[in-house]
């Protein structure tokens, strides 16, 4: 059984010794609902799931959408309000009576893609989640890489810049400022109070309100072919394809795999991307690392819940 | 018995089955002897101190300034005349009769570090080598890693900036251009010309002309207190932090070694670094990675030339 706790949605789903799904719940998550609205809904959604199976489940592996000290298996950090320090896993564990491994989306994003999606047959991966932050997890020879203060793979917080907007971390220039899915959205307000008759289309999506512009409306308007939209995501694509040079110039992967909300935009986010990736090549110095599109969706980090879940069996 | 070959000096030196340096030998490299040379010279070195020691050389490694085809045991590219595609470590181990391993001198560098130096004790640390160019050595879980296309660790060639000179790899706006011993020559000379008042001590340090400004007396003049040359080094130490956090970010070491010539700046150029990283870190995202000098200074990549010969024993 795996779960995956995510700012906006969460997942349960019931998988196979294989790794194979047999069926998956999503909701919406209610915020300010926090921790005991979500724990209340993850009892429930289990039991619906175990209802309509026969499968004894042996394990579960659980994703969450925020900081986890592995370790300890312990969310350590505000996502809703009462996750502070709370022992996730012992709570699953308790709660469904089965061994639980717990980590964050980055790590199970990366492992679910590794096992069961875009980055199967590598030894050394890294699949970048673009959502509201940026996050990234890392597979060298086939092993997850933490590092040692668990922060590996925390690309979004890469300086890139001496200016820009303050980063939700608390530094300045960090690549999440200028390409995460909240980076997006932000221009887009910016250019509906600047150059409204540029995006009336994107705030006809965004229900009449600048300031209800999100990332998703702007990817949609950009896919009906709203210029402005356009230009934002090019501008969007070029950051993120430098913070995937440092990548490829530090560990030169196998494969990048590219997830999270903001990749569900397809090849309006990939082409640009490998645009830019192609204009910054150096002509001396030939990589062959390859940047791809997460093949399991939003649901890279559920798979890889379910992977620890079958770790820990 | 360990060769590091390198543009601007070389060595040959003995170790004996712990790591421990019995004898180095060391010389100024003679560009222009190209190949042959350099080859003459190797095997002087080598009888020189085989004829000074009584120990038997069991095994030799070799450490290459340049690109190496380490599957292949292959210098891949121009160093000097006539090393391209040459099979380095088969002659080396037809010549002196005994097993040789050859890879580049970043990756030789951070095994020297990793094994008998500033390492001792980590799984995970990079070295990153600052002299004419910049480059990188990756050890993650006690295991040298290569990448994809061999290119894992060129951080020298991470995209820091979408102006500057061009890089000599064909790309623009390369981390190295920014902080590398030629980067910081080029500046010094750039004041030398523009500003030769502030420089006079660095002009004279340089043999009376600007365009002899090496980064070495660069360094000296900033010892010595001159102002413009401790700019120059501030200004270049703010470039390399920003690529030293980009591997903070990725991979979260748990340490970072300075070696190669620019490095033997020892403090002049720590300190500066020590101070950007610190303003550019975030107060939420508290990383615990060391940045730290070679402890083996010039030698880091003899000494891991030392530790392939006794790893291929």
Known sequence: MAFDIGGTRFRVGLFDPEGRRLMILESETFREGGRAWMLEQLLQHSRALRQKSDAPVKACGVSFGGPVDYD?????????PGWEDFPLGQ???ETIGVPCRLDNDANAGVLGEYRFGA??????????TISTGIGGGLIVDGKLIRGRDNLAGEIGHMPVSDSGVPCSCGARGCLETFCSGS???????????????AVT???ELSGGSVENITAKALIQAAAEGNTAARQILGEASRWLARGLMAVIRILNPEKIVLGGGVAQAGNLLLNPVSEALEAMASPSICH?????????GANSPLY???AMALESA
Chains 1, 2 share one sequence.
């Open 183 to 197: 980076a997006i959205a932000l221009r887009g307000r910016e250019w509906g109070h600047r150059r409204p008759e």
């Open 288 to 296: 062959t690392t390859q940047v791809v599109l997460a093949e399991l």
């Open 201 to 203: 289309r994107l705030v």
């Open 119 to 128: 980055g199967q047959g590598t030894r050394t991966m890294v699949y970048v």
């Open 304 to 306: 890889g819940a379910a």
């Open 72 to 80: 300890r298996q312990r969310v350590t950090s505000l996502h809703a």
């Open 91 to 93: 709570w699953v564990q």
